[in-house]
């Protein structure tokens, strides 16, 4: 195919990244409402691509698994949907459109791929438009009277619910303006093994709102072996739903669970106040002397900790790539707590293999967990996780699904006595936090 022909002064392209979807789309609403040949592309970036380790991904199948999902919805509308492999520097200085649109990404490598593109577009004349859609408030929306960025959850959230009016979650009307599509016939889409990838094994949470899940998330969230968790985490980390209706599902059926999309919002707007997110967001935190043993951590990951809530939780996410936050919590305080592992290390191995793995959340959830980050949990609270076991597995079905060997002379003794741990890591932030009065 000649894209040097399609893709003309008169083509307008629309940027699809973490907005998966073609309905109430913020950019491709705009895109679609001011220009009359769209022509929806996607990019699989090299420079993204090259640093993921395997090459089974599940994310990479998710991804283009929605892809064609959107191809085929496009292909209805007598237009089409543009795969490219490719850098994106590399793909916007091929060409010379009419303009492009997409919607904000508020990483750190994303914000300065934006920069450059928007020079390099900027000298050709073409305009990049960007809008925002992944969140309802972003960067600083949602700030203190003085104008700082808030570092606490709750002051935010309270701020953050006084802020919203029903403008904000109303959706985008895109479908009005279908007809104002880029017309071609079905463009050619490389295949996985062009992309250097293979198709993961297993299956995908459904995109499903679930509306008696989200009304009983407050009673039902915490317990790992029943249903009582969204699953959408995966579908609002790729964008394939819209932020804005489930906000207003939640502003409906239960608080707490808009409470869980305003956390998101918060580590969002940390991410972009505070971008370093290598180091600890409290300094002292950096002084601590981890212990970091290979063998220990390696364990962790695959499950063998002889802690059964911890590896059931370990097994779950190296066979799904999901892992239930209230387990998330558990096992982060069991790496960084028990066996002194360095925050960034489970941030690393979380990174490579969770499906809804997003920089902000994830980082803030690991310091969190550390006791390193903003309104973090103190570091003298060190789960126990036979407690959460009696707590919130008492019938240890969760347990059972993924440990099965649980009670058979097969499984490990504990990797390390959870009363020494306890004494241990207390001993070693103090001696950290000392370091710093």
Not at 265 to 284: C, N, Q, R, S
Request: aromatic content about 14%; charged content about 30%.
């Amino acid at each position: 195919m000649n894209l040097s022909k399609t893709i003309t002064k008169d083509t307008t392209l629309f940027w699809l990244r973490r907005d998966l979807r073609l309905t109430d789309n913020a950019g491709l609403y705009h895109a679609l409402k001011e220009n009359n040949k769209v022509l929806c592309v996607f990019i699989f970036d090299i420079n993204i691509l090259e640093k993921l380790e395997d090459k089974d991904d599940k994310r990479i199948t998710f991804i283009y698994q929605s892809l064609a999902h959107i191809k085929t919805e496009l292909e209805s509308h007598g237009s089409s949907l543009l795969v490219v492999h490719n850098t994106p520097e590399k793909f916007f200085n091929s060409f010379s459109p009419n303009a492009v649109y997409t919607n904000h990404d508020y990483e750190p490598y994303a914000r300065e791929r934006d920069f450059l593109l928007e020079k390099i577009l900027s000298k050709k004349n073409i305009p990049f438009k960007s809008f925002k859609d992944q969140v309802i408030f972003e960067t600083d929306e949602v700030l203190k009277d003085d104008g700082s960025p808030y570092t606490v959850f709750t002051p935010y959230s309270k701020k953050w619910k006084a802020t919203l009016k029903p403008f904000y979650y109303k959706p985008y009307p895109t479908e009005k303006y279908f007809d104002n599509l880029f017309q071609t016939t079905p463009l050619p889409m490389p295949t996985m093994d062009e992309l250097g990838f293979e198709i993961a094994a297993g299956s995908f949470p459904e995109r499903v709102i679930k509306s008696e899940v989200i009304k009983h998330y407050h009673q039902q969230r915490d317990y790992p072996g029943i249903e009582g968790t969204s699953k959408l985490s995966v579908h609002l980390r790729f964008g394939t739903v819209s932020i804005r209706q489930l906000v207003a599902i939640a502003l409906k059926k239960n608080e707490v669970w808009l409470n869980e999309l305003i956390w998101r919002e918060f580590y969002h707007m940390i991410l972009w106040h505070f971008p370093k997110v290598e180091k600890a967001f409290k300094p002292a935190y950096d002084q601590i002397e981890w212990r970091n043993d290979k063998d220990e951590f390696e364990a962790w990951c695959k499950g063998e900790t002889g802690y059964p809530i911890v590896d059931a939780g370990m097994r779950e996410l190296n066979e799904t790539g999901f892992m239930h936050n209230r387990v998330r919590m558990i096992v982060a305080s069991f790496l960084t707590k028990h066996l002194l592992i360095d925050w960034r290390w489970g941030e690393a191995y979380f990174a490579r293999k969770l499906l809804d793995f997003d920089l902000a959340a994830n980082n803030g959830g690991w310091q969190w967990a550390a006791g390193s980050g903003c309104d973090a949990a103190p570091y003298f609270r060190v789960f126990n996780p036979y407690l959460q076991t009696e707590k919130f597995d008492p019938e240890r079905k969760y347990i059972k699904k993924w440990v099965p060997e649980f009670e058979s002379s097969d499984y490990p003794p504990p990797i390390v006595d959870h009363s020494f741990a306890r004494e241990r890591v207390l001993e070693a932030y103090k001696v950290a936090l000392d370091q710093t009065k």
